[in-house]
T-cell receptor, first 113, second 112 residues
Framework: DTGVSQDPRHKITKRGQNVTFRCDPISEHNRLYWYRQTLGQGPEFLTYFQNEAQLEKSRLLSDRFSAERPKGSFSTLEIQRTEQGDSAMYLC???????????FGSGTRLTVV | AQSVTQLDSQVPVFEEAPVELRCNYSSSVSVYLFWYVQYPNQGLQLLLKYLSGSTLVESINGFEAEFNKSQTSFHLRKPSVHISDTAEYFCAVRDNTDKLIFGTGTRLQVFP
């Protein structure tokens, strides 16, 4: 068990470009969560999946954001037409069905210039 | 809706002194509470959690937290801090759709 992996660790992009992040959860975990964290704030919920089904999306998730988990394993988060306000740390977490523990990855830090 | 309030944004303390980081929650459902620690440019690491049973929960590195239902609190304490405890600490509550709701965090700064 190697924990939750996120790739890349850092991403710098120009405003208007599209970016995609990947999250590989703990293999036996069927729930996967995406959070966004800006400087000095706590993580804010974006969306989560149970297996391949996207069960909930936050109002923070504008139509420029899309997340997928096509085979119920890894997940991708895509941001289209990035804006400077998208600069943040994007965190992924996974949990098992009993949901008594949520394991976080190291995050992807996005900087939009 | 569930929410978490961390009253102190920063807590400065000298090494070997005791510390308490405060957390209050609001929840209309069964309460499941967590404390996470975050070191610079890293993800969150679970410190401890309360799911049921004993109201006093402990972590392996000397932190403890007590679930107080009447005061809706889950304060984190350590009797003697170390320089390496310097980090951001987040309290979280699990909501009725099983996702975590986080507080705004408390920056613990330990001075020599």
């Amino acid at each position: 068990d190697t924990g939750v992996s996120q790739d890349p660790r850092h991403k710098i992009t120009k405003r208007g470009q599209n970016v995609t992040f990947r999250c590989d959860p703990i293999s036996e975990h069927n729930r996967l969560y995406w959070y966004r964290q800006t400087l000095g704030q706590g993580p804010e919920f974006l969306t989560y999946f149970q297996n391949e089904a996207q069960l909930e999306k936050s109002r923070l998730l504008s139509d420029r954001f899309s997340a997928e988990r096509p085979k119920g394993s890894f997940s991708t988060l895509e941001i289209q037409r990035t804006e400077q306000g998208d600069s943040a740390m994007y965190l992924c977490a996974s949990s098992s069905l009993d949901r008594d523990g949520y394991t976080f990855g190291s995050g992807t830090r996005l900087t939009v210039v | 809706a569930q929410s978490v309030t961390q009253l102190d944004s920063q807590v400065p303390v000298f090494e070997e002194a005791p510390v308490e980081l405060r957390c209050n929650y609001s929840s209309s459902v069964s309460v499941y509470l967590f404390w996470y620690v975050q070191y610079p440019n890293q993800g969150l690491q679970l410190l401890l959690k309360y799911l049921s049973g004993s109201t006093l929960v402990e972590s392996i590195n000397g932190f403890e937290a007590e679930f107080n239902k009447s005061q809706t609190s889950f304060h984190l304490r350590k009797p003697s801090v170390h320089i390496s405890d310097t980090a951001e600490y987040f309290c979280a509550v699990r909501d009725n759709t099983d996702k975590l709701i986080f507080g705004t965090g408390t920056r613990l700064q330990v001075f020599p």
